[in-house]
């Protein structure tokens, strides 16, 4: 009993300490944002005409340079430092040719009259600490003083683009050696198929890589045909096949599994068919929100479970550990003071003490379970444009006005 009150004091303490770390650190909803496109107003300033404009000479200055600029215009970054927040959004963003990194973000926050140049690695040595300054100062602020923020943020992209056209970047390859999108779904379907086959015993081995050969090496002559980079094609789409066959093969033994992946992936085609032909449909709504309840629910099944061991193991020390988590929860609500945001957001964290201190009474056996409550948090941005650079060291500059 004293190793558990140590322990359970140990885990209220690590709640503690993690609870008024997020309260501090959480982002803002801005860092969420996908690079959807070119240039992304959130405070409704720019017009559409000037946001159209704008985005017409990114494109056109990516095409011929291979550089990307991206603006974006935000009411506010709450408490977040302007430069570590701006560093974070464009490698987020991955702003910039993959191992080039010629990417530039140009931020405005309305609200807090702030504005930064972030610059990445490869345009360093064109658009300098200095020449970013310059333009904040000379071009931007003056314009933001008078309220004409379209003629600001103009003036900088053209300044900015002035400084890309002038440098000596590498040539933007037009023939990337990548293989049709057809074709890797067509592998992923047949891989499938084939795995699933294995897995029933329909299809012996030999002509699953016989079929495997076959596929390859027919869309393998399609692409040399077509004049594309064949090469790739065979590493590629036995690779996809492979890797299909082997994850649908094993989802096969577990049928319940299998069928909801199944539906799951129906409901995605459908959505996306929606999008595409009928109206737009907000993916995070729709597909995002679904999953992730989905999660929070195994999760707390986890939980509950968790609990039925401990409540069979001792009764006594179930009512304990159950003392300990409100313990948590109450600690966590008051310490966020965030009213009822705060409580709301203690509930997690309770939760996940509850995994450590309910599984102290059944030998720890819900460590697995912790390890994929915290595994389960991660997030990614999607990429519009994104040309899979981001890496900055810090580069630009900032202003006000």
């Known amino acids: ?123 360093e040595g064109l658009v300098t600490d200095l020449l970013s300054h310059r333009i904040i100062e000379e071009q931007m602020t003056p314009a933001f003083r008078q309220g004409d923020y379209a003629a600001g943020v103009q003036h900088a992209v053209d300044a900015l683009s002035v400084l890309v056209e002038g440098g000596d970047l590498p040539a933007v390859d037009e023939t990337r050696e990548t293989v049709d999108e057809a074709a890797v779904l067509l592998a992923l379907i047949l891989g499938a198929v084939g795995g699933v086959l294995l897995a029933s015993g329909k299809l012996h081995w030999r002509r699953g890589l016989i079929g495997v050969l076959a596929v390859t090496v027919l869309l393998t002559a399609l692409a040399a045909i077509n004049g594309k980079s064949w090469p790739i094609y065979v590493v590629a789409l036995p690779f996809c096949m492979s890797i299909s066959a082997a994850i649908f093969g094993a989802l096969w033994q577990a049928k319940v599994v299998f069928y909801c992946v199944l539906a799951l992936m129906a409901y995605s085609i459908g ?13 995070m709504n729709w597909l995002g929100w679904p999953m992730a309840g989905l999660v929070v629910l195994g999760l707390y099944l986890i939980l509950f479970a968790v609990m039925k061991a401990a409540w069979k193991n001792s009764r006594a020390g179930f009512c304990l550990q159950s003392v300990v988590v409100l313990g948590v929860y109450g600690a966590a609500g008051y310490l966020l003071e965030m009213g009822l945001d705060g409580w709301l957001f203690a509930l997690p964290i309770s939760s996940f003490a509850a995994l450590f201190i309910y599984g102290q009474g059944t030998g720890g056996s819900s460590g697995g379970s912790s390890d994929r409550s915290s595994s389960s948090s991660s997030s990614s941005s999607g990429g519009g444009f994104s040309g899979g650079g981001g890496s900055s060291g810090g580069g630009g500059a900032s202003g006000s006005w």
């Open 271 to 283: 959505l996306g068919l929606v999008d595409h032909y009928l109206t737009e449909v907000s993916f």
């Open 1 to 123: 009993m004293a190793r558990f009150l140590r322990q359970s004091a140990l885990g209220l303490l690590v709640m503690v300490l993690a609870a008024l770390a997020l309260a501090q650190t959480a982002p803002p909803p801005w860092a969420s944002v996908a690079l959807n496109q070119r240039v992304i107003d959130l405070t409704h300033t720019l017009d559409s005409s000037t946001q159209q404009r704008l985005t017409d000479q990114l494109a056109e200055l990516e095409q011929r340079k291979g550089a990307q600029i991206a603006v974006m215009l935000l009411p506010t970054t709450a408490d977040a430092d302007l430069e570590t927040f701006t560093t974070e959004l464009f490698r987020a963003w991955k702003l910039g040719r993959k191992g080039i990194d010629d990417g530039i973000l140009l931020l405005v926050i309305k609200d807090d009259r702030k504005v930064r140049i972030e610059v990445g690695y490869g345009l």
